[in-house]
Structure formats: C-alpha cells, structure tokens
C-alpha cells in the first residue's frame, strides 16, 4: 500500500504548523538548549587552577590573608563564582579570629566587562550564617578602618556607572543573616547583633553608602524581643 503523503497532505501538515509556529518551536528548543548547557556545562569545567589566582586578587585588595576552600563555576541566573568557607584573616594587632566568616560568597560578573577581556564583580553576596567581627582598641583605633583605608586606595568607579570605564567599577557588597560581635580590645563585648542584613557601595568616587538592619542583643540576658535597630550614611 502507498503511503506517500499526497499534495492535500502536505498542505493539511503546512495548514496545521505554519512556518511561524515552526520557527517559533525552534526558538524555544534552542533557548532551552542553552539553559541546559549553562546548567550543566559548569560543573564540568576545571576552575581550581584559578582558585590561587581569586585569593591572591582578593587578598591584596583588602590588605588581609584570604582563604576558601572551594571555588565553583555557576552560570544561572547569572555568570560568577562561589566562593565556599570563605575566611578573611584579622590583622595581628586587633588579635586572631577572623575578621569575617561566611559558609558561602557568590560573586556575580558583569557581562559587558567579558567584552573587554577583564573580569568586574557586579555583587558579592555573602550568605547566612556569616560571622563578623568588630575589634575596638583603647587606642580608638577599629579592625575595619584598615580595610576601609586600603580599599580607598583602589582607584574604582561607582557601583551603579552604567558604562565601564579605565577604573573598575566597585561591586555591591551585602549580607544577609549575619552576626556582628563587638570586641573591646581582645575581650568580647556582651553586646552583639544578629539577623544582621547590610550592604556597601560606591555611589560616588570616593564617597562609601552604608546601610544596616540588625536585631541587638545582650548574651547576658534571656532571649526577647529588642527591636530593631536601622542605620544608613555615608
């Protein structure tokens, strides 16, 4: 029995699945192709021979020793890395816990930079449960002035330029979750805050925004409601 398609066929088969609908269909399926080689392409890449190269960047920026003990690849939503047990060393003046402690960083990269065969952070997001601490000396003197002074020392453009410039442009650094230990001298504070959600930018050359949303507590006393405490300057 012949089974070729006839002339009607055809037209029934181009009636039913116009060259739009077509079209259409193979956009979709090439769209979702592409998401699944960006999801699953990845993990399949070796990044670990970069892992010396981000601490040391890392490290000199902030004047401090940086550590972390995994460094991966990601993709969605957006092109980064992740940054896993990420530690900044305190300076051995202000003593030796860690300046900051976070279980994960996703640092997130702008796109447009790629064009221009270097690498900007767009946004360093540091995740719960990430541990800070704030080193006060008799002195007068505090453990993140360093970190502030030498950071100021980087030429940078602010965050939100649209465009890139000869400077790079200062990524949006926030946390979420986090806990702020005071420290007088090398004796912890009875005073902390927890629930602590902050963010740091550069709306302007040389010119820091800070913003911070925290619930204070006192390790002395029972666990209650202590309100909320919200600051924001430059």
Known sequence: MDTTPTHFEEADLDTAFPHRHRDRLIAILTVVLVILILAFIPPLINVSRFQRRVDRDISASLGRPVHFDRLSLTMLPLPGFTLENFVIDEDPAFGYEPILRADQVRATIRIS??????????????????????????????????????????????????????????????????????????????????????????????????????????????????????????
């Open 113 to 234: 930079s790629l064009w221009r065969r270097r690498v900007e952070i767009s946004k360093i997001s540091l995740s719960e449960p990430t541990s800070v601490n704030l080193v006060h000396l008799a002195n007068g003197k505090w453990n993140i002035e360093s970190l502030l002074l030498q950071a100021s020392h980087i030429e940078a453009a602010p965050t939100a330029q649209r465009f890139a410039g000869p400077a790079p442009r200062f990524p949006y650094i926030e946390a979420t979750g986090a806990r702020l230990n005071l420290k007088l001298d090398q004796d912890k504070s009875r005073f902390s805050l927890t629930d602590a959600d902050f963010a740091l930018w550069l709306p302007e050359p040389h010119q820091w925004h800070l913003r911070l949303e925290a619930h204070p507590t006192r390790t002395d006393l029972s666990p209650g409601d202590t309100g909320m405490i919200r600051m924001e300057g430059v």
